[in-house]
C-alpha cells in the first residue's frame, strides 16, 4: 500500500484522502468535498495473473490541454515508464501502469464539435501524439497536484467475448454504441459521448475471470443522475435475470465476464 500511495501521488499527483484497515481513498483535496477517485485494498499475498477478464484501464481525464501537459511533464520529472501515446482524434491519451500493472490512461478531450466523423458515425482514430509539442505547454504548475475538474471518464475492460457484453451494456443497461473496432472492440456511452466504457478480447477470446483475491479491478462505479434512474437499472437488470446485490443505497451487479459494477445515485440530486 506504501508504494502504491507513493506512486499515485508522487507520479500523478493523487491526493490521500483517507487510510484504514488495508484501504486507502485517493483523489482530489481542496474542494469543499474531497472527491475520492480510485479505492485501493492492500493483499500482499494477491497473485498477478494474466489472460483474464477484468480491467485493461481507468482513464483519468484532465480539464484541459494545459493539464495534461502538466500530467506529461510530471511523468518526465518522476522518470515514469510508459507504455504509449495517441492522438485518437476526440481526445488526446498517455498511458502507463502503477507499480501493480493496472492499467492508467491520462486524457484530454477535444471539444465535441471537433470529434472527427465518417460516413456520419463517429470516429476514433489512434494516431502519433506529439508529446515534444505536449510538452511545450506545460507550465510551472506541473508538480501541483489534480485540479478540481479532473474525473474518471471512463473505464475500458478485458470481457470474454463481445456479443453478451454488447448485450449487457446496450441492451439491458441502455448505452449506445458509439464505435467498433472490427470483431475485437466495441465503445458505449451515454448522452453521446465518446465512449464511458471499452470492451475488448484482447486478453484471449474466451478469457476466464480472475481467480478471486488477484491483483486487478474489484468493482468500478457508475453515477447515475438521481434514486429513480438507480431504481429503473435494478430493474432492468432483474427483469434480464443478472443477479442485483443492495450494497446500502446502492446496487452491485456483475457482467456476464464477471465485471462487477457499483451503480450509485448522485447524492447532489
Known amino acids: ?12 499527483g493523487f491526493s490521500l484522502l483517507a487510510r484504514r484497515d488495508g ?14 477517485l480510485l479505492a485501493l ?41 510508459l507504455q504509449g501515446a ?5 481526445s488526446e491519451a498517455i498511458y502507463l501502469a502503477d507499480p501493480d500493472e493496472n492499467g492508467i490512461e491520462i486524457y484530454r478531450d477535444r471539444p465535441r464539435a471537433d470529434w472527427p466523423e465518417v460516413d456520419g458515425r463517429l470516429h476514433m482514430g489512434v494516431d502519433p501524439l506529439d508529446l515534444d509539442a505536449l510538452l511545450e505547454q506545460a507550465d510551472d504548475r506541473a508538480s ?13 475492460l478485458h470481457v ?3 456479443a453478451p457484453a454488447k448485450q449487457f451494456y446496450v441492451d439491458v443497461l441502455g448505452f449506445d454504441v458509439m464505435q467498433r473496432y472490427g470483431p475485437s472492440a466495441l465503445f458505449v456511452s451515454a448522452g453521446g459521448y465518446h ?3 471499452g470492451l475488448n478480447t484482447w486478453a484471449g477470446v474466451g478469457a476466464p475471470p480472475p481467480p478471486a483475491g488477484a491483483i486487478g479491478l474489484r468493482h468500478f462505479t457508475v453515477r447515475l443522475p438521481d434514486s429513480a434512474a438507480l431504481d429503473q ?3 432492468r437488470l432483474r427483469h434480464a435475470g443478472i443477479p442485483v446485490e443492495s450494497v446500502g443505497k446502492t446496487i452491485l451487479a456483475r457482467d456476464p465476464s464477471a465485471n462487477a459494477i457499483l451503480f450509485v445515485a448522485d447524492p447532489a440530486a
Open 1 to 12: 500500500m506504501d508504494r502504491s500511495i507513493r506512486f499515485y501521488q508522487a507520479h500523478l
Open 23 to 36: 484501504k486507502a481513498w485517493l483523489g482530489i483535496r481542496g474542494t469543499a468535498e474531497p472527491a475520492a
Open 41 to 81: 485494498s492492500e493483499s500482499r499475498s494477491a497473485p498477478h495473473v494474466s489472460g483474464t477478464t477484468g480491467l485493461y484501464h481507468f482513464a483519468i481525464l484532465v480539464p484541459s490541454r494545459a493539464h495534461l501537459a502538466r500530467a506529461l511533464r510530471r511523468l518526465v520529472d518522476t522518470r515514469t515508464r
Open 86 to 90: 495517441a492522438d485518437h482524434g476526440v
Open 144 to 156: 501541483s497536484d489534480l485540479d478540481a475538474g479532473t474525473v474518471v471518464g471512463h473505464v475500458h
Open 160 to 162: 470474454a467475448h463481445l
Open 195 to 197: 465512449h464511458h466504457i
Open 233 to 235: 437499472v435494478a430493474e
